[in-house]
């Protein structure tokens, strides 16, 4: 016979730290058992472990908090490789180009406060921090 466990009160839910997402995602991978296994035993669903293997390959965990810097890879591209100016962009001055995940092309002004570039890549990234 089956053992169940029944949670009255409210749905249990709970909250995890980009930090715990990435350890669990790291210890999954070393542990030797397999998804549902390591899932079971850390109480768990197996497609949480799934999604933070893959946010945690595609870089999209990380253990810096919410609010602090991070660092992400940049290549400078070589003069052959820049895209010709917008015709309707004539104005002097140097431009920031970022090449998103999904393949779009930010192109800014290096005017543009930081910030307000972060919040427009992610938006066009299609992911919130």
């Given at each position: ?120 890549a992610d938006a066009l990234d299609g992911c919130g921090r």
């Amino acid at each position: 016979m089956t053992s169940v466990t029944v949670l009255s009160g409210r749905e249990r839910r709970r909250r995890w730290t980009s930090a715990e997402k990435l350890r669990i995602a790291a210890e999954s991978l070393s542990s030797g058992l397999s998804v549902v296994e390591f899932a079971r035993r850390h109480d768990v669903h197996p497609n949480m472990v799934h999604s933070w293997r893959r946010q945690a390959r595609m870089g999209e965990l990380s253990v810096a908090l919410d609010d602090a810097a991070r660092f992400v890879p940049v290549a400078v591209a070589t003069e052959s490789c820049v895209a010709p100016p917008m015709e309707n962009d004539k104005r002097p001055g140097s431009r920031i180009e970022v090449v998103l995940r999904n393949g779009r092309v930010l192109r800014l002004s290096e005017e543009v406060a930081p910030r307000l570039v972060g919040q427009l890549a992610d938006a066009l990234d299609g992911c919130g921090r």
